[in-house]
Nanobody, 116 residues
C-alpha cells in the first residue's frame, strides 16, 4: 500500500520560513520523481517544485530563489524548504510521487497559511 504523508505545515508570518516533509512508503522511492504541488482556494492545483531520481530540480517561477526541494533516499523522504514566505503562498501543499506514465501517487495535503 502506497502512502505519502506530509508534515510541517502551519501558520507563519510573512517573511517567515517553514519546512515541509513527505515520508513515502510502499514505493521504490529512489526511482521516483518527487514533487510538491499546491492548491489555493478557488484556484487550480499547480506545480511548486520537482526533484528527479537523479536530483535534477525544477521550480515554479513564483518560488524560485525562495523555495528549495531536496530528497533523502535513505529516509524515503522529500523536503520543501520555504523561505521568505508571502501571503500568496497560502495553500494546501501536496506531495506527489511519479514514475513513468501510470505510476503516480498523492499525499493528503498539508495546510500552509501565511498571515500576520
Amino acid at each position: 500500500q502506497v502512502q505519502l504523508v506530509e508534515s510541517g505545515g502551519g501558520l507563519v508570518q510573512p517573511g517567515g520560513s517553514l519546512r515541509l516533509s513527505c515520508a513515502a512508503s510502499g514505493i521504490a522511492f529512489s526511482i521516483y520523481a518527487m514533487g510538491w504541488y499546491r492548491q489555493a482556494p478557488g484556484k487550480q492545483r499547480e506545480l511548486v517544485a520537482v526533484i528527479t531520481y537523479g536530483d535534477g530540480t525544477n521550480y515554479a517561477d513564483s518560488v524560485k530563489g525562495r523555495f528549495t526541494i531536496s530528497r533523502d533516499n535513505g529516509k524515503n523522504t522529500v523536503y520543501l524548504q520555504m523561505n521568505s514566505l508571502k501571503p500568496e503562498d497560502t495553500a494546501v501543499y501536496y506531495c506527489n510521487a511519479k514514475w513513468g506514465v501510470i505510476h503516480e501517487h498523492w499525499g493528503q495535503g498539508t495546510q500552509v497559511t501565511v498571515s500576520s
